[in-house]
């Protein structure tokens, strides 16, 4: 069988599962990047932190594959030759994980597991009150592929569920809300805010104290996009205030966070170390195989970033 090349620079924990999972397509032939490595002939590459000179070096690439959804960090890369398509991961595994991730909080919001969890410590025998989940709005900015499968997950619980993007969508269930203009009316009064959002100029510090003022009273937040989409000297006067009264946060403006910093210790923060959901090795490959198969057949790529755009 004719392989393909596809050199692996992703992150490097996941190299093991990532050979392991390429033993199932004997049509690519993964190899691991390291210094020395003859580049010729290599025309595809799969790449997460940019390695420097890396895909300048390859004189045969055809397309650089994102080893995440967020490409931010490949764009700020100013090496990357510019008729390369980036391509960004769309795959099921990553989109699943992700829907699983935000159900999974939006739960922990809508049940106020906080009050519980103080009420334990406490010794407390305190039952309390739920709203239905039909009565609490629920908002997701991006309705992209991850926006909308965290949305289909949230209205099989019956939230009802908003969108925010920069075009219009028609998604049943689904109210939506496009462009700058209708930000506003799209926060006004949710109960939980998410954000799924890719690092553009334009949504860079979207979270911030003037939007949560459009929240419901008590709203939670849930950031799984960046962690530069949140103003987070904003984000603990607000939790005084009660203007919001919880946060989940994936993502941080400093990754890993700092110990000293004062998000690990608030109560009404839950953090988890910016792993929401991620490739998963088998179907992402298979996705990527996919992919190179199209691309060798002379058909388009998908899910090509427009880099002007900037996602
Ligand atoms: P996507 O399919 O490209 O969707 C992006 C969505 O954001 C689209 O609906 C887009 O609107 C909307 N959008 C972009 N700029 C906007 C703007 N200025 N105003 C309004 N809407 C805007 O991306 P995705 O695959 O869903 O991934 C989204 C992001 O999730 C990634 O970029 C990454 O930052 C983050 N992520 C995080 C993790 C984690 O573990 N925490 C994992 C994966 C991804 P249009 O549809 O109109 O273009
Ligand atoms: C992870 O953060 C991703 O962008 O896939």
């Known amino acids: 069988m004719n392989q393909t090349k596809l050199l692996f620079a992703g992150a490097d924990e996941y190299l093991a599962t990532f050979v392991e999972a390429a033993r199932t397509l004997p049509e690519i032939e993964l190899l691991p990047y390291e210094p020395g490595l003859d580049l010729k002939g290599i025309e595809y590459l799969l790449m997460w932190r940019p390695v420097p000179g890396l895909a300048a070096a390859l004189p045969d690439l055809k397309a650089l594959f994102c080893f995440g959804a967020g490409v931010e960090r490949l764009l700020a890369n100013p090496e990357l030759p510019p008729h390369v398509p980036i391509v960004r991961m769309v795959e099921p595994g990553l989109t699943q994980v992700m829907s699983e991730y935000i159900l999974w909080q939006t739960l922990r919001h809508h049940r106020r597991i906080w009050e519980l969890e103080e009420a334990q410590e406490a010794g407390r025998w305190a039952p309390h009150w739920y709203p239905a989940a039909w009565d609490l709005p629920v908002g997701i900015l991006g309705l992209g592929e991850l926006g909308q499968a965290a949305a289909q997950k949230l209205l099989t619980f019956d939230f009802p569920v908003r969108g925010w993007s920069r075009s219009r969508k028609n998604l049943a269930g689904v109210k939506s809300f496009a462009g700058a203009a209708e930000l506003p009316d799209f926060l006004s009064g949710l109960e939980i805010l ?75 923060i839950f953090m988890t170390p910016h792993n929401a959901s991620d490739i998963n090795p088998a179907s992402g490959l298979r996705e990527i195989s996919r992919q190179i198969g199209r691309h060798r057949a002379g058909l388009p790529l998908e899910h090509v970033v427009d880099r002007q755009r900037g996602y």
């Not at 994936?250 to 608030?266: A, G, I, N, T, Y």
């Open 194 to 268: 998410i954000c799924l959002l890719p690092l553009t100029p334009e949504t860079t510090g979207i979270l911030h104290a003037g939007h949560f003022a459009h929240l419901a009273r008590g709203a939670s937040l849930i950031n799984a996009g960046r962690g530069l989409h949140l103003v987070e000297a904003d984000l603990q006067p607000a939790l005084a205030t009660g203007q919001l009264v919880a946060a989940s946060l994936d993502v941080f403006s400093q990754e890993p966070l700092p110990p000293e910093h004062p998000f690990w210790r608030h109560p009404r």
